[in-house]
């Protein structure tokens, strides 16, 4: 065999190789996260040090049925009214924290339980979207607001005067006690300008998140299996491996890690 052809044989079977751990890993990856996009998957493929661009991932993806589910929509349960009785500023609009703790984005969403919805209050890290306090119940009162503010102040313990909380204005964030809870703390308060809630960007696009990777199209038994399916969720998942373009392709975890490693040298 000349040596031409048969460099020219082994070079394609060397690619026939390489695409064959392409495609293991990309389904690897589409198995752990199916809601992961083309975009995503080249990230987490190059973190695994696949030089691979976003075209042929994307090419891949549909030639093996890999590409993201679609969000399947629910008819939301009666909710509590925002207020205009409390007259609260944005203070964050065109604010772009540098740090962890800077600026803590609320929200409160439903999630569809078999026979019922339950509640999720939730606090982000403006900075880097880590969810640091967070509260599941059947009950929509200040009390589920309270409850996910008192877990991210015990997790965090922010400085004192240096951290604004910005929500919408939901009665439970425009409650005495919550405001109360706040003031204790020295923390500022920021509310979104009624019917705007591109004010609260962030807290929003996790509530997407979770309803499309962890609630739409599950079914739940009751309250505590989901409480116990959405905790695993947040805290093994969201802030410890899913990719946030945002991020530069990082976890929240990461991110806060690699900041902090930043700022130490």
């Known amino acids: 065999m000349p040596r031409a052809t048969y460099y020219r044989h082994l070079n394609r079977r060397s690619r026939a190789e390489a695409e064959c751990e392409l495609r293991d890993q990309l389904q690897r990856i589409c198995l752990k996260h199916p809601f992961y996009g083309y975009r995503r998957v080249t990230a987490a493929l190059r973190r695994l040090g696949m030089a691979v661009n976003a075209k042929k991932v994307l090419r891949l993806m549909r030639q093996d049925n890999l590409l993201a589910q679609r969000k399947t929509p629910f008819l939301k ?68 607001a309270i409850a996910a503010l008192d877990k991210a102040l015990k997790s965090r313990n922010p400085k004192p005067g ?37 004010d609260n960007a962030k807290a929003e696009s996790f509530m997407k998140t979770l309803k499309a990777e962890e609630v739409n199209g599950k079914t739940f038994a009751d309250v505590n299996d989901a409480r116990r399916r959405i905790n695993s969720f947040i805290a ?23 900041f902090k490693q930043n700022t130490m040298r």
């Open 236 to 258: 093994e998942i969201y802030n410890k491996e899913r990719l946030h373009s945002a991020l530069g392709y990082r976890s929240p975890l990461e991110f806060e890690a690699a």
């Open 162 to 198: 240096s951290l604004i909380h910005h929500s919408d204005r939901g009665v439970q964030y425009a409650s005495i006690a919550y405001r109360q809870r706040l003031a204790d703390r020295e923390i500022k308060i920021s509310m979104s300008s009624p019917g705007n809630p591109f």
């Open 77 to 144: 349960p009666p909710t509590e009214r925002p207020t205009d009785v409390i007259v609260v500023p944005n203070l964050i609009r065109g604010l772009a924290p540098s740090a962890p703790d800077q600026i803590w984005v609320a929200d409160i969403t439903y999630v569809h339980l078999a026979k019922t919805f339950a509640y999720l209050a939730v606090i982000l890290d403006g900075f880097s979207r880590k969810a640091v306090g967070w509260a599941f119940d059947n009950t929509l009162d200040a009390s589920l």
